[in-house]
């Protein structure tokens, strides 16, 4: 006889991550939806986001800013210039640390993109104090599993 879905620590919709995992792979094909137009990618349209946000960033700081390790950041990086909408170009003051803007077609697109986020709060269908709430949560949820991650520690 199966266990109470309440009393089983294994069970599938007691997951913690099970519920993080549905909710961003719901999210990210709602995103996949509206950035087609945009002809991004849900990655790349967060290295615009920060480029938007922030102006000019080294490597370094955009691979902190979105949690990816360089691996992942270069080929979105490479994409991403490929199609002109940023440059990548070496530090005058340091030539080991690479720079990145966006370029007068990347800046162009932010107009066009200025619609998701409405778009996707309205799909979310959560009044503004639950998203404020749901974000803080989330936020230091990723503190908390990152700090324990760097400390190998477990509870």
Known sequence: MAEAEG???LALDNQLCFSLYAASRAMTGLYRELLG??????????????????GTLTVKELS??????SGTLSPLLRRLEGVGLLTRARSSTDER????????????????????PGRVLCAADLPPERVEELREAL??????????????AGC
């Open 7 to 9: 009393d089983n620590p």
């Open 37 to 54: 137009d945009l002809g991004l990618t849900y990655p790349q349209y967060l290295v615009m986001l920060a480029l938007w946000e922030r």
């Open 64 to 69: 902190h800013a979105l949690h990816l390790d």
């Open 97 to 116: 640390v690479v720079e990145v803007s966006a370029t007068t077609e990347g800046e162009a697109l932010r107009a066009r993109a200025e619609e998701v």
């Open 139 to 152: 936020g230091q949820l990723t503190r908390s599993v990152e700090t324990a991650a760097r400390r190998h």
